[in-house]
């Protein structure tokens, strides 16, 4: 690794690698996970065009043929809808005016469209009301500061693994400065206003309308990239951006390209600052994370407004989310061997799953716990620590083992370790924890996010209510919270992260197997008899 100094700016060169997250001597395995349509998390500094005048032939790779994921255009079209539609129901259904769920959904029965708008934060003007133009350029203006600080803080310039059309990106990294930078800010509000601090209760008022923005920001870049993708050069076109189109992301199916994204690392080059903004890592790394841990405060400033104090609960629950965060970005320059950027474009998938899902999704169960405030008390905080404590246990030590055998596989700490070598030249460990299941590190991951549903425990919760017999019309009294017919149901939004990521890390597994087995063929098969396990040792 050489490291040169520039103008108080590191720089980093990484070494070449085509690999994803998997059980293999390189590269390192990613120490974040977060959305992959995700998660997961789910993760620019470029010389000028203008600094070179040679014009670069790059002679188009060889491909090979990619089937649809995620259900073909079919499954396309049914995230693209569907997903936005389920994140705006986590608000309504799941709230302060009647309860989580709304109670008219624990009665089928009885349900009605009217009804179930009375129970919910719904807008008075319907569906306009869901848009709010202050709102979206208050979500702009975070939008900015996050650019402005990518641009113009110091930051680590590292290089990209190699290019299928020849050479490298280079990219500047500093989301973990900046994050701090606007905690910083943020901290210094709520000093000098306590939890009524204007961005805190701004956060909470107008909650619906920021997810609107947020998913106007990511279509509007989902369709920009699209769009751009066909100026991508082709064949002996020069090329010297060295810009290509993702493998399995120019099938010829409009709905599903825009969807899985056409274009591999879709950059923008800005010529007054001459820097070059690579749009998925912005994406991956800024506004989304660190969005989730503001969403994660400003859940903790209402509880805290509503009862005088903040319950064991919420303070774990923000704790484990902010520290994964701030892993995250501390150890950004990470990202770039994940398969997020070596592999899939950046289109909806990823737009929509960086800037709405992950903050608005993840941070339910801060939500939840702002409205009703869970005492876990010291032997049950104890125990969601265990839990969180065995499953960093195993994601870190199966990382570092990995990690440590690919830089030094002489190391004492894993020269003990057996291994196949591939015809390619690289091994496959077959031994410690990566002998146990080809992706321990996911189990490890997995078991982490039970940490982040166990505190709202048995879920779900109502606001105590009075029906008038005259007229029939209910009323909710916030200042009372009880759990009532409501206990066990809510459950299904505390914990739904829980069965999601299974899902996610499932998925993501099955798509690094097919990666390898096109990539090592025979090798795999041998090496998948060996170590039988996927991710959870004997079972899966």
Known sequence: MARTRQRNTKTIKTEDS????????????????????????????????????RKTRTVAPKEEKHGYEFGGPLGAIGVIVGLPILTYMSVLLCNDVSGCPAPSLLHPKSLSLARLRAETNWPESGFLGLFNLEVTGWVLSYYGLSLALQL??????????????????????????????????????????GPTFPLWTYIWDNLLQIVTANLLISTALSVFVYVRSFSVPHGKQPNPTHRELAAGGHSGNIIYDFFIGRE??????????????????????????????????????????????????????????????LDALYMEPSILTTMD?????????????????????????????????????????????SILGLGYYIFRAAN??????????????????S?????????????????????????????????????????????ASYTNPVTGVTTYDKTT???????????????????????????????????????????????????RSRIVPYVY
């Open 152 to 193: 113009f803080l110091p930051g680590t310039i590292s290089q990209g693994v190699k290019l299928s059309v020849g050479g490298h990106h280079q990219y500047k990294f500093n989301a973990f400065p900046s994050a701090l930078l606007i905690l910083s800010g943020a901290g210094i509000g709520t000093y000098v206003w």
């Open 18 to 53: 085509d690999e994803s997250d998997v059980s293999l001597e390189h590269p390192p395995s990613p120490d974040t996970s977060s959305w992959s349509i995700a998660e997961d998390v789910r993760r620019q500094h470029h010389e000028s065009p203008a600094k070179s005048n």
């Open 481 to 531: 919270v009880v759990q009532g017919q409501a206990r066990g149901w809510g459950m299904i939004a505390t914990y739904f992260y829980v069965l999601y990521f299974a899902i996610l890390l499932m998925h993501r597994e099955r798509r690094d197997e097919e990666k390898c087995r096109r990539k090592y063929g025979e090798d795999w098969k041998k090496y998948t008899e060996i170590v």
């Open 264 to 325: 591999l690392n879709p950059r923008v080059h800005l010529p007054l600052v001459n820097q070059t903004i690579d749009i998925k890592i912005f994406c991956e790394m800024r506004p989304g994370l660190l969005g989730w841990i503001l969403l994660d405060l400003a859940f903790c400033a209402h509880q805290y407004s509503t009862y005088g104090r903040l319950s064991d609960s919420i303070l774990l629950l923000t704790f484990f989310q902010a520290l994964y965060v």
């Open 419 to 463: 291994s196949i070598k591939t015809k390619t030249g690289s091994r496959l460990i077959t031994s410690g924890w990566w002998g146990t299941a080809r992706h321990i590190n996911y189990l490890g991951d997995w078991i982490m996010a039970w940490a982040y549903s166990l505190p709202t425990g048995v879920a779900g919760y109502v606001m």
């Open 341 to 385: 950027i070596t592999t899939d474009g950046f289109g909806f998938m990823l737009a929509f799953g960086d800037l709405v899902w992950v903050p608005f999704i993840y941070s339910l169960q801060a939500r939840y716990l702002a409205v009703y405030a869970v005492d876990l008390g010291p032997w049950g905080s104890a125990g969601v620590l």
């Open 400 to 417: 570092n083992e990995k990690n440590r055998f690919r830089t030094d596989p002489s190391d004492p700490r894993v020269a003990h370790l």
